[in-house]
């Protein structure tokens, strides 16, 4: 999850810029034992599973990564007709009314789905889309930071606006980024339509910094980070996931005891994504076994060291590293997608005017994709 940082969510600029680049490579799932995935940049799964289901399946999977989360859901949306696939993974809560309102994906009750756990189900009456995975996108901070300066961490919006912490926050682009979009979300979710752009003004007078997406602020600007050390990161609290501090002592080496990073639970704000059979896919049967298997125990205990996010099937369980160095929110913020699909692009362009013209740091570099 942590390397979807370009979302193209702003006021649907996003489909028009893409209708310019046209669509090419047509539905890529001509051959009736190869099923199309089309995802974004971050789908990853254990090559031993994949082959475990081409091998049960008699499938052959291909998989099309189409960039950032933003990008794949537009481009899927134009090339609806022709798709370029037969399913598509990784559209998340805050975009999903869009993918259904254009008729992104047809029905199909995914084998496995009486198992999703009842909190993350939707679309019970139509089942275009599945709930694949969950995550929560929280204000991470550097431990060794607030140690050495005798400060307690903040647990929660509240905090962040208070003396203590000025000029201490890097955040993402709400209009850029998928982490960014999620933390303007959980703050609207906690103050609510007129309270959100109050908050925004005292966390723009408290020195909060923006930048492009996550890339630059977790491995650049944040000082608790890998990157963050290395680059000399100064800014001791980030807008990241609740997977980031497992990550942080997964990819260490040597691995610490405990994780260097830790994670503001009361800032959360939570993430699920979906997965469904595209309209006019070329191998429904196919795409119809593949979505099978994203809901199979197998695959689900596969993803948390893959793509750093939580299952969504009741009994999946998440490896020792999860449970040793990190958590989900117990109380995140959430928002039903409808509110979102209303207020959305709306709330972005609001938070452009009132955040992004004063904060955005000079010169902010294009956003790089990776994960820590």
Known sequence: ?????????????????????????????????????????????????????EK??????????????????????LTKDNPQGDVFFGVDNTLLSRALDNGLFQPYEVKGSDLVLPRYRVDQA????TPIDSGDICVNYDKAYFSKHKL??????????????????????????SPGLGFLLGSAAKYGDGGWQDYWKKLKANGVKVVDGWEQAYNEEFSGSAGGRKAHG??????????SPPAEVIYASPKPDSAPTGVSY???FRQTEYAGLLSNAKNTKGGKAFLDFLLTKEFQEDMPLKMFVYPVRQAAQVPPEFVKYGRQASDPETMAP??????????????????????????????RRGSP
Request: charge should be positive.
């Open 1 to 53: 999850m942590h390397n979807k940082t370009l979302v193209a969510v702003a006021t649907g600029i996003g489909l028009l810029a893409l209708s310019a680049c046209g669509s090419s490579g047509g539905a890529g799932a001509a051959e009736s034992k190869t099923v199309t995935l089309v995802s974004h940049d971050s789908w990853a799964v254990s090559k031993n599973v994949l082959k475990d289901f």
């Open 56 to 77: 049960q399946s008699g499938y052959k999977v291909k998989v099309l990564n189409d960039g950032d989360a933003g990008q794949a859901v537009n481009k899927a949306i």
């Open 126 to 129: 139509k089942h275009r889309v």
């Open 152 to 177: 307690t961490p903040p647990q929660s919006f509240d905090d962040l606006v208070k003396p203590e912490y000025k000029n201490l926050l890097v955040t993402e682009n709400a209009s850029t980024s």
């Open 234 to 243: 100064d800014r001791p609290l980030v807008v990241s996931y609740a997977s």
């Open 266 to 268: 009361g800032t959360c």
């Open 338 to 367: 409808d509110r979102i699909a209303a207020n959305r692009d709306q709330w972005v362009k609001s938070w452009t005017s009132l955040v992004l013209k004063l904060c955005l740091s000079r010169g902010a570099r294009g956003t």
